[in-house]
């Protein structure tokens, strides 16, 4: 009779901790889950704010500088942060009026989740948009399910306040110059 005893009180004295710890490791996971989806709801609205202030600065850089061109299909941005240079490229952007360069125009150039911003050159004009990698709050992951090339139709993808490119009814791309 007094094993019976010991036994009974054996499990019940591990229920009480595995019920504990299974509560524990239960709260940890719905707290990362509503972390990592708090982090992708901020992300956007992060990539909202340099859209808009990239944006600015480009139409600005393009009334002063008139930009030309970019060298390539998707030019990163990373020269914002040049004073001056020699020439009528800074960076991948060509100017025709290099001369009037009012550089630097930011402190560091912006970057989300450590990936640049691209400049993505289509028959229609340049877009500013995140970076590869970039995964929004939506989803979708920039590079993967939104891929970026000439013939990215921009328009189409922005008409729809529900379209992936949307947050809050905001775009999070930018057009900085027609063709």
């Known amino acids: 009779m007094e094993h019976q005893v ?32 708090t982090a992708q709801v901020v992300g956007d609205q992060i990539i909202v704010d340099h859209v808009g202030q990239l944006e ?30 020699v020439g009528s490229e800074v960076g991948a952007m060509n100017l025709a009026h290099a001369e009037k360069w009012e550089g630097p125009y930011l ?17 229609k004009g340049y877009y500013l948009v995140p970076g590869d990698g970039v995964v929004l709050s939506n989803g979708k992951i920039i590079g993967k399910d939104l891929i970026f090339n000439r013939e990215t139709n921009f328009e189409a993808l922005l008409t729809d306040p529900s379209a992936p490119l949307m947050f809050e009814g905001k775009p999070l791309v930018a057009l900085i110059k027609k063709k």
């Not at 850089?61 to 020269?79: L, N, P, R």
């Not at 970057?111 to 993505?120: A, D, F, M, S």
């Open 6 to 37: 010991q036994k009974e009180t054996w499990m019940s004295g591990y229920i009480l901790p595995a019920i504990t710890a299974i509560l524990f490791l239960s709260l940890c996971v719905v707290a990362l889950y509503r972390y990592y989806q």
């Open 56 to 85: 600015q600065i480009f139409k600005k850089i393009d009334a002063t500088c008139q930009i030309i061109g970019f060298e390539h299909e998707k030019s990163y941005v990373d020269f914002l942060t040049v004073r001056s240079f």
């Open 107 to 123: 402190q560091d150039n912006p970057t989300i989740y450590e990936k640049q911003y691209l400049i993505v050159d289509t028959p």
